[in-house]
């Protein structure tokens, strides 16, 4: 488990790559771009299956990812492995839902997030 909770302004351009890590905690974090920062992590700890970002403050600078359903569904559409987001664990229907949404919006001809 990689704890890195309560920091400012965090951002994962040169965190190293850990194949193996499959908890990390980032509650109570500063994060200016959640969608890159994803990204990022997601490249370099592909196995990850635990994420808590609790707390954490992004762009907007006001809403905690758990307790938005669209950074909810956005988390789980760049970690489909994930088995618990912010300690919560992740349903067969959260995950069908998400599935549905990717399907909708590739019949729409939207961009996907993956």
């Known amino acids: 488990m990689l704890t890195l909770n309560k920091n400012d302004n965090l951002e994962f351009e040169t965190l190293p790559k850990m194949d193996h890590l499959t908890m990390l905690s980032m509650n109570g974090c500063h994060i200016q771009n959640l969608y890159k920062e994803l990204k990022r992590i997601k490249k370099r700890c592909p196995k990850l299956e635990y994420l808590s970002v609790r707390s954490s403050f992004f762009e907007d600078g ?10 909810r569904r956005t988390i789980l559409i760049i970690f489909p492995n994930l088995k618990v987001l912010d300690n919560i664990e992740v349903t067969k229907w959260e995950r069908q839902n998400v599935k549905e949404y990717l399907r909708a919006m590739r019949r729409k001809g939207l961009c996907c997030m993956l």
């Open 62 to 71: 006001t809403v905690p990812a758990a307790e938005a359903t669209h950074r």
